[in-house]
């Protein structure tokens, strides 16, 4: 491994966007002035995201000879101490150490052996967090672009899609489809122009994974691109990332730079003869690009909207050619399927779906993060033993896996298997690995309502099931925790019970008649909401109440006259005007004007705001 | 010898215009086409 033979210490600094967000920069320039300062010499290495996001700033240092040692949670008042104690004494800096890189010992632990990542298998993530992003040479000395090496020398295109299939590997981007069908489909078909594209378009609510890939490890992709360009005969490739990733774009366009200039991009690569380039296409950031018809007529100039299949891409796709799409994760696999075999490939998982899957855990998790397991293993192993469960004591209610066509999966199916079919079977789906989890204090009526209003937003309105029925929907759920006033009319509380009854056959008529799979799965969430947490659904409608406090129209706030002191504070900040009292006696709250800010609850240093 | 890029003597001569076909071996093994003690140091130390 490269900097195994270095003779200065080497100091890794995570600069992924999650280490950024953490000041990692900060703890930067903190280590560079302290340098300066002792007057010693050292390389600062930056590096992607290890995954651990709820730890960064991550800093490792590897003294000459020794094992590189993993610290968290750095700040830049930690640096001068840390900096002599792991550097200046070659110890440990206990306050903020994490693992070590080496075989560890009891009084130095392996990082391997961190809750965190000891149930995770890195096949996809193996050098994120690790080396250099922006350094081609590190990737070369990691392993990097043997298995293009092993490809393009020893392999034919044809043996490159055998080895595929046989491995099992099905699309990391949510569908699931076998890769290596989708390739031989290409592979097959005569043309004077194939293409190649990768889906870096990651718009799902709670998912970084492809981020994360594209920031820590650009080459591992990019490798995957070319062996996959080369078992389908494409010479031209396309990288579709969405314009919010600035620092993915950033890498990704000096990763391109680089092998051209190493020769892995351009003409007659490695001497093969192969002739395979690659661009990158800046995606406005419409969710709908995701799939992928409409990613092709965005690569084309068009406006991005799904068109009928057939003809799929494989047969007819950008500018009519034989087409192949795969998302990040698909290709980031196949350097190391090739490595290794499809064989050992195919020994991961589960009968069904072979290797591993990421997964970007967020939400009410004590440990969020990028994780990657083997699949087979099941949900509760990620929240409790690697997530490290629900912060604060509080109860776990749900997970959220598939982004807002998947499904919230509640406690009674947690020992559900990661694997493409089981998932499905309870409800939910695979999806791209965005994994939210909620605690007891979410309302699952509000996250029906949050997923259903992303999902009507970014609906291209091209067919009419999706475009108007999840309006439709949206707003059935909208009208569920209405409080209507006595003067209303009563027909509007008639229509909230009518609309609950039309609920589960609207769902089905946009699932069955959709064009695209966003409008096909656009009523999951639903689904998953009225069979998990009907008596949720119920308690909003007969009992016009929120046991979780969030659907702020069924909440009534009052005062607690034994211990209000009078002191007027929530009154003055009252917008509404809806808190009356003398001064120094208790107030009281006029609940028709009450419009339910919570202000007063925020503001009163007694706690005398009760909500029912 | 910064990067593997780098030839590591004359008789390297891997170039985008005329590439070598064992050019990522050569990165981590080499040089392979060539035996150089001081060559072979340079591949290690970059390593």
Redesign the interface.
Known sequence: MKYASHDVPVIFIGMGTCGLASGAEKVKVAIEEELKKQNITAQIVPTGCVGYCAKEPIVDIKLPGKDRISYCEVVPKDIPDMVKTAIVDGGIYKKRFLGSYGKGTSEVPSINDVPFFKRQLKVVLENCGVINPNSIDEYIAAGGFKALDKALRIMTSAKVVQEVKEAGLRGRGGAGFPTGVKWEMAHKKTADHKYIICNADEGDPGAFMDRSVLESDPFRLIEGMIIGAYAIGASSGYIYCRAEYPLAIQRLLHAIEKCKEYGLLGSNILNSGFEFNLKIKKGAGAFVCGEETALIASIEGKRGMPKPRPPFPADAGLWGKPTIINNVETFANVASLINRGAHWFSSIGTKSSKGTKVFALSGKIANSGLVEIPMGITLREIVFDIGGGIPDQKKFKAVQIGGPSGGCLPDSVLDTEVDYESLKVVGAMMGSGGFVVMDEDTCMVDVAKFFLTFIKNESCGKCVPCREGTKRMLEIIERIPVRYTSSENKLDQLQRFKGIMHLQRLADVIRDTSLCGLGQSAPNPILSGLRYFKEEYEEHLYERKCSSKVCKPLLTYVIDTETCEGCGLCAKKCAAEAIVGDKKMPHYIVQEKCVKCGMCVETCRFGSILIN | MK???EKCCDQCW???EK???H???C??EGPLCHKDDKCKEKF????
Not at chain 2, 44 to 47: G, I
């Open positions: 990067s593997f890029i891997h170039s985008v590439p070598c076909d050019f990522v071996a990165c981590t290690q130390k970059n390593k």
